[in-house]
């Protein structure tokens, strides 16, 4: 008697291996109103989680596969540099970019000099 061992195969069709790739990751802007572009490509639908910032603004907030998002910072009246991240979230799979932004710069001019 001959006892074959039964293997079973599990075949990933129903699995699609997404990917998720954002650039730049790492944005540095201005202390003035500001403008990046952020390039992502997907093979997948995304979403940015709420920016929490008031000073920045990001559109569109979703898309899906291969888009270009804008992210805009308004003028940073503070000599303090601020910064976040977003995150953009697909099927199983996030990105992070930190963005950040100069402070406006102190003028060294005393008052009446």
């Known amino acids: 008697m001959i006892l074959l061992d039964a293997v079973s195969c599990h075949s990933r069709f129903d699995e699609p291996d997404y990917f998720?790739?954002?650039?730049?990751t790492d944005v540095r802007l201005e202390d003035k109103?500001?403008?990046?572009?952020?390039?992502?490509?997907?093979?997948?639908s995304w979403s940015i989680v709420d920016v929490g910032e008031r000073w920045l603004t990001v559109s569109p907030?979703?898309?899906s596969y291969n888009e270009v998002i804008t992210v805009t910072a308004q003028p940073n009246a503070s000599p303090r540099s601020r910064s976040c991240s977003l995150m953009i979230k697909g099927p199983g799979i996030q990105r992070?970019?930190?963005?950040s932004q100069?402070?406006?710069?102190?003028?060294?001019?005393?008052?009446?000099?």
């Open 102 to 113: 100069d402070g406006k710069p102190v003028d060294d001019k005393e008052d009446g000099a």
């Open 96 to 99: 992070e970019v930190h963005v």
């Open 33 to 44: 109103v500001s403008q990046v572009t952020l390039e992502v490509s997907s093979n997948t």
């Open 20 to 24: 998720l790739e954002v650039k730049p």
């Open 61 to 63: 907030m979703s898309g």
